[in-house]
């Protein structure tokens, strides 16, 4: 179940009842970690980020597939999703668009960009991810979706 009141909360700003599901920095270089791979951003202008933990946070229950974490960047409208998943990429990728599927319509003007870090990845060029990539995009047009086993997504 996605919570009623996410679209508040990234809008404006506000403190929710879960408020341990969201974090607000500018860091230079946000970073989770989890299954023994890590996820960070090169936040170049120390812009806010805001950080939602979204398994068991923005979405609990058991009936959805849903990412690991959102990380939002106002100013660049900007959504990373981002799965922590020690293998399976498969997995990490249907999870990643069903959360998109489920929190896009709350944020509306935000190119979503999905990213599944994993122990082993498939080659960028594999058919698989090509096709997932090209329904993505025509469905959100600049959104990106990456399966690789380190990331060095860069914010300006």
């Not at 179940?1 to 946000?30: A, G, Q, W, Y």
């Not at 870090?117 to 498939?122: D, G, Q, T």
Request: hydrophobic share 30%.
């Amino acid at each position: 179940m996605v919570c009623n009141r996410f679209c508040e909360c990234h809008t404006k700003n506000i403190l929710c009842d879960k408020s341990e599901c969201k974090t607000t920095t500018n860091e230079s270089n946000p970073t989770r970690r989890e299954n023994g791979v890590s996820y960070g951003i090169m936040n170049e202008g120390k812009s806010q980020a805001i950080i939602y933990h979204v398994d068991g946070g923005v979405i609990t229950g058991a009936e959805e597939k849903r990412c690991d974490y959102l990380f939002m960047f106002p100013l660049q409208t900007k959504a990373f999703f981002v799965e922590l998943k020690g293998r399976h990429w498969e997995d990490a990728v249907e999870q990643l668009e069903n959360t998109v599927r489920l929190l896009c319509p709350a944020m509306p003007g935000y190119t979503p960009h999905l990213r599944a870090v994993v122990n082993k990845a498939p080659r960028t060029d594999y058919i698989g991810i090509k096709n997932r990539r090209k329904t993505l995009y025509q469905r959100y047009p600049g959104a990106t979706l990456e399966v690789k086993k380190r990331f060095a997504d860069v914010i300006g």
